[in-house]
């Protein structure tokens, strides 16, 4: 199955200012997040970001939060799981009747609520796209455990190359001339 931009809604998980620091090749995570941000604006893809409890672990990083669309939805957590938050799962359950029932998911902790996140999605019906070059955990070891649960779960695995090229679906637009300059 291919990711379509017009089914796909993009999730950051907690990329935040007291927890970046820790993440091991957390700037290489965030610089992802940033392109597909970028590609998803571009392509009229709704962005959602999640904070887990933002006031002990901050905002979400400036490079991330200053590439956000003005329609990006902001959803304040204390569950590990953003989608055991009933107002997100509304949120989401309202995008889903419009058609979006494809998430590509990216964050922080890659084993603790993006995992969480992802799987909870999954078990409501939503397919998952897990962005192995986008996630980050304070260990790698995390990080690696993470990518094989969500694997093993059923979360397709992917890069984001993978997400914008399948987002563009076609060489020689306008679209792939603005967004292909994001990978290079």
């Known amino acids: 199955m291919l990711i379509e931009a017009d089914r796909s809604i993009l ?27 970028r590609a998803a604006s571009a392509l009229e893809i709704p962005v959602e970001v999640t904070e887990q409890y933002p006031r002990g672990l901050g905002p979400t990083i400036a490079p991330v939060r200053e590439l956000l669309p003005a329609t990006a939805f902001i959803h304040e957590k204390i569950t590990f799981s953003a989608q055991r938050d009933p107002a997100f799962a509304q949120h989401f359950a309202n995008l889903r009747e419009v058609g979006r029932d494809q998430i590509i998911v990216m964050g922080a902790e890659a084993h603790v609520c993006v995992l969480q996140t992802a799987l909870d999605l999954q078990a409501a019906g939503y397919q998952i796209f897990f962005v192995a070059d986008a996630v980050g955990s304070r260990a790698p070891e995390s990080r690696d455990l993470a990518i094989a649960r969500a694997r093993q779960a059923g979360c397709v695995v992917v890069n984001s190359e993978m997400v914008v090229f399948e987002w563009m679906e076609r060489a020689g637009t306008d679209t792939f001339r603005a967004l292909s300059q994001l990978i290079k």
């Open 11 to 37: 999730l950051i998980v907690d990329f935040q200012e007291r927890l970046m620091p820790a993440i091991h090749a957390g700037n290489a995570a965030a610089e992802r997040a940033g392109i597909l941000i």
